[in-house]
């Protein structure tokens, strides 16, 4: 059973940076798709960025174009999010996430994905 473990948060000051890990385990990622999904307070859940299986595509949520980078290490068994030019706005607790390969996902709000992560806090504050 794929399980994910995310650590990386903090709280950092605006123009920061962050790289987010988000570790798997129970199987092997080479089947999956793989999402970074966060929840700010009093907000729904949001989509930022996922990577699919196996053609890579990646897609990101307008804000963080430019700004996050979502890379995949199979030999791992890991996904990160690396965080640069870090705003208020993006405080939330980040979450990944998994879609079989195969399987429809919308990684706008994470429908499709399953296996869900406890989340790693990040705090963007001056």
């Known amino acids: 059973q794929l399980q994910f473990v995310e650590s990386g948060g903090g709280l950092v000051q605006p123009g920061g940076s962050l790289r987010l890990s988000c570790a798997a385990s129970g199987s092997t990622l080479d089947g999956y798709s793989v999402g970074w999904f966060r929840q700010a307070p009093g907000k729904e859940r949001e989509g930022v960025s996922c990577?699919?299986?196996?053609?890579?595509?990646?897609w990101y949520e307008d804000s963080v174009k430019g700004r996050f980078t979502i890379s995949r290490d199979n030999a791992k068994n890991t996904v990160f999010l690396q965080i640069r030019s870090l705003k208020p706005e993006d405080t939330a607790v980040y979450y990944c996430?998994?879609?079989?390969?195969?399987?429809?996902?919308?990684?706008?709000?994470?429908?499709?994905?399953?296996?869900w992560g406890q989340g790693t806090q990040v705090t963007v504050s001056s």
């Open positions: 996430a998994a879609a079989r390969i195969g399987g429809g996902y919308v990684c706008y709000d994470g429908q499709g994905f399953g296996s």
């Open positions: 990577i699919s299986t196996p053609d890579s595509f990646i």
